[in-house]
T-cell receptor, first 113, second 112 residues
Framework: ETGVTQSPTHLIKTRGQQVTLRCSSQSGHNTVSWYQQALGQGPQFIFQ???????GRGNFPPRFSGLQFPNYSSELNVNALELDDSALYLC????????????FGNGTRLTVT | GQNIDQPTEMTATEGAIVQINCTYQ??????LFWYQQHAGEAPTFLSYNVLDGLEEKGRFSSFLSRSKGYSYLLLKELQMKDSASYLCAVRDRRTGNTPLVFGKGTRLSVIA
């Protein structure tokens, strides 16, 4: 069984730039959630995709957007990067619209300078 | 919205027992999860409680009281490798998409 994989593992961007983070869900999982984890904090929910449709969103501005593909992999896009966007971005996959436990990837560490 | 509180840091001795508490406030409770997260790694699922009572899984147990909005994670026979952050997360029934809301985590240090 293949787990959740994310790429890249680390990324450094400049304020104002755009970034795309990628996630491959665990085999058989149709739901992908994205979380932002600042240093010393718990993960904060960004949004969730179920069968290619966004079906939930946390308190993040529209410059955070995403996609889910037919193979259930997903992308997180962030436009107009701000210094406060520096964080660990975690992707998690699950079954049945998120009713089962989440399985997390190792995350992408984004640094905005 | 939800509010989840857990202690920021705890220290315990190898071989001992430690209890990590979590209190929560939510409009429509639909399950509580505990995750373990080692530094620089992904959170990994430990336990799930949706009904009151104790769930035991090896050295780890988790307890839930819905009426009190309270849960704890009990770690027995502590090992050095248990040094990690422990995240309490609640699922809210109100939201059909059931995202998890996480607490800030409790950083546990196991010392010799």
């Amino acid at each position: 069984e293949t787990g959740v994989t994310q790429s890249p593992t680390h990324l450094i961007k400049t304020r104002g730039q755009q970034v795309t983070l990628r996630c491959s869900s665990q085999s058989g999982h149709n739901t992908v959630s994205w979380y932002q984890q600042a240093l010393g904090q718990g993960p904060q929910f960004i949004f969730q995709y179920y069968r290619e449709e966004e079906n939930g969103r946390g308190n993040f501005p529209p410059r955070f957007s995403g996609l889910q593909f037919p193979n259930y992999s997903s992308e997180l896009n962030v436009n107009a990067l701000e210094l406060d966007d520096s964080a660990l971005y975690l992707c998690a996959s699950s079954l049945d619209g998120g009713k089962s436990p989440l399985h997390f990837g190792n995350g992408t560490r984004l640094t905005v300078t | 919205g939800q509010n989840i509180d857990q202690p920021t840091e705890m220290t315990a001795t190898e071989g001992a027992i430690v209890q990590i508490n979590c209190t929560y406030q939510t409009s429509g409770f639909n399950g509580l999860f505990w995750y373990q997260q080692h530094a620089g790694e992904a959170p990994t699922f430990l336990s799930y409680n949706v009904l009151d009572g104790l769930e035991e899984k090896g050295r780890f147990s988790s307890f839930l009281s819905r009426s009190k909005g309270y849960s704890y994670l009990l770690l027995k026979e502590l090992q050095m490798k248990d040094s990690a952050s422990y995240l309490c997360a609640v699922r809210d029934r109100r939201t059909g998409n059931t995202p998890l809301v996480f607490g800030k985590g409790t950083r546990l240090s196991v010392i010799a």
